[in-house]
């Protein structure tokens, strides 16, 4: 079974050593504290909990899972232990606002900490990352009588939270919704309809779930532009507690691969008294505006189950004995050598290992872009902050989840026959992993949203906020011949990058299925450009105290990525250089015979 | 649901216009009958059932799993049923020897109807498949005596069989098995061990279950030159039927990721009764005898789930509305378009489809090399079918599942959240299509099979025997110009093939290490060159009939592989260039900190 340890050490060095984010963060306004060893000491309260409280619970949690009993539902037991302690030590209210109970620190230390969380258990961590998005919904868009109401209970947790805005027939397309609000004499709303997929829907660890509910009103456009966002509490709040029970109600459990331990629920909403945020018809605007930060948590769970599968084929590939190594036996007292010897096994660890450090870096650079973008005073800074985020936040959600995916599954590869039986625990992540390239968008809503939204409806503008980026750097090591190795073959695909940007561009004017054809292609090329310029920099750290062996590990898997990860860019500029024609040449009808 | 159709027309496609075997079997000793209307009304009987049958019980087998009451295995509702009309239909006895009550017909029609079956009923198709097994290790090595005994039970289907390889402590290196074979008086053995991962060990479907089990005499020698083959039943015969109950026991059932309604067990023997099968001492031998059939055998799973994948995928993208054309609405009269009008979802499909058609090519080809290899009075031919297949069965196993498991997750995400859900089926393909990677040696290992003992222990001469047939078509289509979109790169990636076999040939001398890293990506580019050549001959084929919609299809289909698919060559190749010094710097103790 695996074994989870938090992997702190590369956390700081990505933290302190690649990004200095003491150095920004102390520098905002309200994160004056920030420091490095605040950021430590919470880094490693959170890893203790993650690995002793929250991992015990992941395999017993995905075997029982979720029941309804009598309209309500029931979590794996544990869970809400778990659930009180995480409450109690203030998890909660990491980032949140101060003046309503939060602790105020930066959203930087939040997903490290959602990364740990997800490693250790995927399921539970979903509870308190919904809870999270309603708080930021009504932080951002609700008044302040909403937020007196609502916030306190949030943060502390007693109170948990979800967005409900899929239903049966429009999960990626909802200017399709139905759900109806219709305004009531005292200013609220009943809302009626059915929502699917409502992840933490219901559950016995909180008091009362707040539904944060996209619906129409009766004279709403019929499209996207006509959806308002309500606030939709279990119980009705009263004085401060829970009043009367509201009119929604769990229809059904889903019955689902994995995260089993977490409750996806039919919500049936009869009538159910809700109340407006903000202005009506500006839901989806609403939405969007958390869309950064929930695209990320998912690309998080993502590198969560990347770090573990990790771990965990690791652990074995050092302890299964089977075959000998090539050229000599490591292990000549024992029956066989440890797999880990083997080339083909090592390709496996290693790449799982280069897509979690790489991933690591990338993201937690993000989350920091994240506070210079909330905090930060110049306007041209919290400008370049939201620009290289609204570009590479669709690259963070759909790379590293699609590669989170490919790591559990190379972990389970590296158990053998052993990966494939539920007791170890592998398995498990694969089946948990695979949500997360859906959610939140599927993935190749993702590659839309980039190649259509972010690059080329600004011209280019912001991809080339992030390749000047690349190029600055790849500059400044020109002519280091023992960076060269890296500098030549990332200078290289960034100028590719333009190029191919541009190509894209000039053909979807003539035809515009060229840009959705080239989307999840180019999506890949532009993550392997982000991480080939994580790796790049990493390598650079490294290389004078390579002699160190965690710097010599790391210039190890630098030169790993280059060699064995970084070709597939050779693959996707192939392919995207045949262009639509190929997938659009089918006639629908004659796809099957 | 997934409501499966079986392929017959694109079956017809590659058996008749494709591979004409007609011709080549009823050329054969024993199979003059095996004409195209015998082979159609076979296949078609045959998809009836898979369709009729077998699918039904697919989700509920999988919800339904076995369970071990008293000792014994019980299947899943309906799994008996359907068992004993397979068997009082003939199917067990399909392509086995009439002397025992087969019918004699050749393994090329086997094949395809393990496809349908495994796209229908992949867990239940297991069950026939392993006494398939039993029955050709039996038919080949053992005494006429055993012959008599137990191959018309495995035939008719009243006893079933099982193959007893893997321990706790190893799969892949068999060297270290420990399973015991004491010799008795009356010339039987008394076998003691511990089996694992024993697919269809034990279940209520056939009155026995003869196993055939690995196992070391007292005086073998250590490694794999000292082990034996044996026939544990699990009731000791008696005069044509059943008598005494043997020492052999299910030890549990392993709870595993998928292929849940296959009884997976542990299998107990203990001091239980068996016979030896040929010679002591050379079990391994007669296992890899059986070994070609047995991993096309699942590379046949890979294809039968990407099949069906694909057509469940197909009929949901036709179905669901979600968003608009690009260009122009596809369906204005609609509240949105099908997806199947979006390049993303039809990039999704035609992998799907490009893999399937491909895979259903090559593999039926090699089942017909099986039967030449078999039957050819000329040896010549023997040898090279033996040759071709000896090459490409690791290809097969391995490129199939590896596609067969992609493809899964493709279908898996052309259904977005509902994908996820298990009441649509998509999946239980998934999770079953992933043990094919595992089993019958991972598809690391038949990658160093491949490049190991079939690649460079002879120098490339299977090799070339390969590359001389695409060489042979490539001239053949010289200045063709319709075709040369197709024979240009075929023609590359064929001189590449060779180019970069020798390169590492010269550096494993050297370091051995060298042949293993290179193993999986160079399975994958001779994958791509197989795929490629069925696919620019399947294109040759249809371009003079490209204006009936069957033949448009497939040279789209074909356009689409080579612009989208084909490409993975090039990272493979820029991969290989690299070797195996990116995988062994890093020293074992420094992967993780």
Known sequence: MANYRAPLRDMQFVLHELLDVETTLTGLPGYQDANRELIDSVLES???????????????????GC????????????????????????WTGLDCDPDYGGQGLPKTLGFPISEMNTSANMAWAMYPGLSHGA???????????????????????????????????????????????????????QISGTKIFISSGDHDMSDNVVHLVLARLPDAPKDVKGISLFIVPKFLPNGGGVGERNAVSVGSLEHKMGIKGNATC???????????IGEANRGMQYMFTMMNAARLGVGMQGLGINEVAFQAALAYARDRLQMRAMNMPAAPDKPADPIIVHPDVRR?????????EGGRAFSSWLALLLDVEDRAEDPAQRQDAADLMALLIPVAKAFMTDNGFEAANL?????????YIREWGMEQFVRDARIAQIYEGTNGIQALDLIGRKVLLDQGQKLRKFTKLVHKFCEAHEGDAAMAEFITPLAQLNKAMGEVTLKIGMASMQNRDEAGAAATDYLRLLGHLVFGWFWARMAALSLPKSHEPFYGAKLATARFYYAKLLPETQMLLARLASGAKPLMALEDEHFQF
């Open 67 to 90: 029941r309804l009993e009598n309209g309500q539902v029931i979590t794996p037991q544990g869970f809400k232990d778990a659930y009180q302690r995480f409450c109690a030590d203030g």
């Open 348 to 356: 496996m660890l290693l790449t799982m290992k280069a897509y979690a």
């Open 266 to 276: 039919v919500m049936n909403f009869d009538g159910a008294t809700g109340f407006l």
């Open 411 to 419: 972990g389970l590869q590296v158990f053998g026959g052993h990966g």
């Open 46 to 64: 959170a890893a203790r909990f993650a690995e002793e409280v929250l991992q015990p619970l992941n395999r017993s949690g995905d075997e029982e």
């Open 135 to 189: 708080y930021a919904a009504i932080h951002a868009h609700g008044s302040d009588e909403q937020k007196n109401t609502y916030l306190p209970h949030l943060i502390n947790g007693n109170w948990s939270g979800t967005m409900c805005l899929t239903e049966p027939h429009c999960g990626t397309d909802l200017g399709l919704l139905k759900t109806r609000a219709e305004p009531q004499a005292d200013g609220s709303y």
